[in-house]
């Protein structure tokens, strides 16, 4: 594991170092505590956050070279994309979001994603790009897909939501080469183990206010 990009900001705390790990605790609860403590931010430390895993993704986007970049509306406390969205737009970087399939049951499509995309909630309440053919991206098409997440560890194992849908869009990324993950997280979202399943997917870089973690 390489850490890179620290920052001396006392105000991003880990709190990982106080949660029981993964192996110890329901999975339900953990994620309950781990939402609780992202939520529990102040609306300046929030801002705080999103602007600076902002500047340290975008560092790390440009060494990748990425132009075709897929990620997600900030929901239940994750970290804010919204700067991260303008700051891509600005360097001409095309986004994307994801939507659930609408004939696949826990499948992703992944939509271009402009100023003026028509949105609206899927049944998560989660807002999504309304389904338009002529903007599907190919997963094998993108260079990078940013994940949200509801815990890390310095392993660079993510624990999601429990749906799935990341862990099925990018199961044979390393194969392919493409699309890239990397997790995008407030730093208390950090606990000291999570367990693996065959199915879950590791993540090469995980970016959070303090930090550039890779794997």
Not at 46 to 57: D, E, F, I, R, V
């Amino acid at each position: 594991m390489v850490i890179s990009a620290k920052t001396s900001d006392s105000s991003f705390s880990t709190v990982g170092a106080s949660l029981p790990t993964a192996t110890k605790t329901n999975r339900d609860q953990l994620r309950k505590t781990i939402r609780a403590a992202r939520k529990s931010l102040s609306a300046t430390e929030q801002s705080q956050a999103s602007l600076s895993a902002c500047q340290h993704m975008l560092d790390t986007l440009q060494t990748k070279k990425a132009q075709h970049v897929a990620l997600y509306l900030t929901h239940d406390g994750e970290l804010a994309t919204p700067p991260l969205v303008e700051a891509l737009w600005q360097r001409g970087i095309q986004t994307y979001l994801p939507r659930l399939h609408p004939f696949n049951a826990g499948q992703l499509l992944f939509l271009h994603y402009t100023p003026d995309t028509p949105m609206q909630p899927n049944q998560f309440g989660i807002l999504e790009p309304q389904l338009d053919v002529r903007a599907i991206m190919p997963i094998e098409r993108l260079d990078v897909v940013i994940t949200p997440l509801v815990a890390f560890d310095l392993k660079g194992n993510r624990m999601g939501m429990g749906g799935g849908y990341y862990d099925r869009t990018l199961a044979n990324w390393q194969q392919k080469g493409k699309p890239l993950p990397m997790g995008y997280a407030h730093d208390c979202q950090q606990v000291t183990s999570l367990p693996c399943e065959h199915w879950d997917v590791p993540l090469p870089f995980i970016i959070t206010p303090s930090r550039v973690l890779t794997f």
